[in-house]
């Protein structure tokens, strides 16, 4: 008969990493019995488990994905009357009586659950009297357990070892860190709310709820931030922090990129639950329990989301666990000062080339930039229209291209201009002009990302590549600029004949230089690109598979562009597809603005829909005939049209059109609709997949 275990603090509430710790006993005792019965394959498959994680129905972030959350969620409790305080510019209110009565308290449920899975030492539960770790302690301690666990995962791959010895003790270090890591936060969870409300006594909740206000913003960023630093240099990646940092909750949760947004339900709170004990335990309300939900929660899942999600997310709260006993966040992509609107489709992303000029000659260039004045370029004041154009649409993130948009005298005024209404800011670079002073001020103006092009891990061929010597130097530079003036750097490599074998290589390079994204572009014929030799529909197909095998491999966010079919390859190979919309985004959540203003599909598919210069972003964006039928899937042709992967993918529309036109080299102009040559709608001709239906047929 199984031992019930009586606790203090509500169990479902404050106690699931209790709970999980006890089923990975369990599976360990497993992994131990099909060792010792030469089982040595499903040993090392539930120990993997046990210490790495795994996904499914009963998914279980394994003891790593433990440590690390309960390592955050220390740094974050410790931060909340840290950031108070500092506010207040008042010194720590002694609450030590309640504090370790109530930490006893909790240590008692804690011996208690863990009755069957380990014995906890006076050590671990006296570590709170301890300095709070630093980042550089909790890595080291990360680190040695994982070098640890490999050791002795090694041991299951030799069938004449016995590991059970070894299994056994690695169990209880990696328990003995989890519990003081929870513990600690417990103890901090406690700290802040007793500081706080001693605080509310002193000075009026009125003061308190001020400070709060003042105060989260800046707390959600901070505490997000460290979690990610840390995460990051282990290399775990932002989904998979975020997948953590939701492990101690039971939750349900819709989030469809395709919906533009989504929701999470929470149905525990381990700081609800130990709030509500200290209530009952204390026989009155506590008055700022409330604002810890309703402010500093918020903002870290805002902030959160934010840093996961690459399109700006707006958040709201109509639920709050503090008040109804469960908590909802609402998602809501790219949203518009207007929360009624209801479209389907709008732009998560925009694309705007802000010059025609460049100080390279990439063989390539879709747009064929050159070193010279195009002549049409909008102005300072048509760019902030465009802007504001936009945002009466949505809230995309709007990367500046060109050419090189560092080119452009007024780009930093741009920029401020578009951070201030709420766009989330890209830009696309080749690193020439990026210096130290330059990520400053890119940084400053409110900048959020920044792409860098590297085709080549050998200097020479990348130069060759980008027809100007020595621009890989300035290229690499760039990357170490932006990285230290804390923005998001993404590296984009295009696809070629003379790099297809070289990409691993690119890949590794950009992890080495910490490179938060890395997207492989597939050549598209339009610009000069147009005179090079492309790749195999087969070639294409592999690289494609093994990008997205790659993901596991490195720590860096891999996405393959200008290749819808990915989604396909995604979708068949398990990979986690949430944070993708979709394969081809053009003309559905994507589109490209040309330097004169003329609105595009995408930057290769050079069919102009009209000038915001004549008609509003918001009247092309939803009236253009082309825009409406690439919207409507029924009127995709060919094998694109009966795929049953069409909604997720939907082929190259640029790549469809491209090879069904004569003229893609237009030298920087544009055709209208009604001089199209090519067929957009066409079946992509680089895609070797054959649909069910067309298979059956052909059967």
């Not at 989890?178 to 969870?189: G, P, S």
């Not at 920029?415 to 890119?442: C, F, P, Q, T, V």
């Amino acid at each position: 008969m199984e031992r019930v275990a009586l606790t203090k603090f509500n169990e479902k509430h404050c106690h699931k990493w209790a709970l999980l710790l006890k089923q990975r006993r369990r599976k360990l005792d497993k992994a131990l019995g099909a060792a010792v019965s030469g089982d040595f394959k499903t040993a090392k498959t539930l120990a993997s488990e046990v210490f790495h994680g795994s996904t499914g129905t009963n998914s279980d972030p394994g003891m790593e994905g433990s440590l690390l959350y309960h390592m955050a969620m220390v740094t974050k409790m410790a931060a909340e009357y840290r950031i108070i305080l500092e506010a207040l510019k008042i010194e720590t209110p002694n609450v030590e009586g309640l504090l370790w009565r109530f930490y006893i308290d909790f240590v008692s449920d804690a011996k208690e659950l863990l009755f069957e899975v380990a014995q906890l030492s006076e050590t671990v539960i006296m570590s709170v009297r301890n300095p709070v770790l630093g980042d550089e302690e909790k890595i080291q301690i990360f680190r040695n357990l994982v070098e640890e666990t490999n050791k002795v995962e090694k041991m299951l791959e030799i069938e004449d070892q016995d590991p059970s010895n070894s299994l056994q003790k690695l169990f209880i270090e990696w328990v003995d860190h989890v519990v003081e890591m929870r513990l600690r936060q417990e103890y901090e969870t406690i700290k802040g709310l007793l500081i706080i409300e001693r605080l509310a006594e002193n000075l009026g909740i009125k003061k308190i709820e001020e400070v709060f206000c003042l105060v989260k913003k800046w707390f959600g960023e901070e505490t997000v931030e460290a979690a990610f630093n840390v995460s990051i240099r282990l290399g775990i990646s932002k989904e998979r922090l975020q997948k953590l940092m939701l492990s101690d909750h039971f939750i349900e949760h819709e989030l469809e990129m395709k919906n533009l947004g989504g929701f999470m339900r929470f149905l525990n709170c381990p700081i609800f639950g130990s709030h509500t004990y200290f209530e009952a335990e204390m026989g009155k309300k506590l008055v700022t329990s409330q604002l810890f939900c309703k402010n500093f929660c918020k903002s870290h899942a805002q902030a959160m989301f934010e840093k996961v999600i690459p399109f700006p997310v707006g958040v709201n709260q109509p639920v709050m666990m503090a008040s109804d006993g469960k908590c909802e966040f609402h998602l809501k992509l790219a949203p518009t000062a207007s929360e009624s609107s209801q479209e389907k489709y709008v732009p998560l992303v925009v694309s705007w080339n802000v010059t025609l000029k460049c100080n390279l000659k990439c063989s390539h260039c879709y747009i064929n930039a050159q070193d010279a004045d195009f002549g049409n370029e909008l102005s300072t004041d048509a760019a902030k229209m465009l802007i504001h154009q936009i945002t009466e649409v949505s809230r995309p993130l709007l990367i500046l291209s060109g050419g090189e948009p560092l080119l452009r005298e007024d780009i930093y005024e741009i920029i401020r201009y578009g951070a201030d209404r709420g766009l989330r800011m890209g830009m696309g670079s080749n690193g020439m002009l990026i210096d130290d002073e330059a990520a400053r001020k890119l940084k400053d103006a409110g900048m959020w990302t920044v792409a860098i092009s590297l085709d080549s891990s050998i200097p020479e061929r990348h130069d060759e590549f980008r027809g100007v010597k020595g621009c890989w130097k300035h290229a690499v530079n760039a990357i170490k600029a932006l990285k230290n003036a804390g923005l998001q750097v993404q590296v984009n490599c295009t696809v070629t004949q003379q790099n297809y074998d070289e990409v691993d290589e690119i890949m590794a390079l950009a992890e080495d230089l910490g490179v938060d994204n890395f997207h492989l572009f597939f050549l598209v014929p339009t610009g000069r690109g147009n005179e090079l030799e492309d790749i195999t529909p087969r070639m294409y197909e592999d690289m494609i598979t093994s990008t997205l095998t790659k993901t596991t491999k490195y720590k860096l966010n891999v996405k393959p562009s200008c290749a819808p079919q990915f989604m396909r390859v995604a979708k068949n190979q398990g990979v986690d597809m949430s944070r993708w919309v979709r394969g081809c985004m053009a003309g559905l959540y994507y589109c490209r603005i040309y330097p004169s203003g003329e609105v595009t599909p995408c930057p290769y598919m050079p069919v102009s829909l009209g000038n915001i210069r004549e008609r509003s972003f918001k009247d092309i964006w939803f009236n253009s005939e082309v825009f409406r039928s690439l919207r409507d899937f029924e009127q995709l042709k060919g094998k694109c049209g009966i795929c049953d992967h069409r909604e997720v993918c939907g082929g190259c529309r640029a790549r469809a059109y491209g090879v069904t036109t004569e003229q893609m080299d237009f030298c920087g102009a544009l055709h209208k609709p009604t001089e199209m040559q090519g067929d957009y709608l066409a079946d992509d001709p680089w895609c070797i997949y054959q649909p069910k239906s067309l298979a059956s047929r052909k059967e």
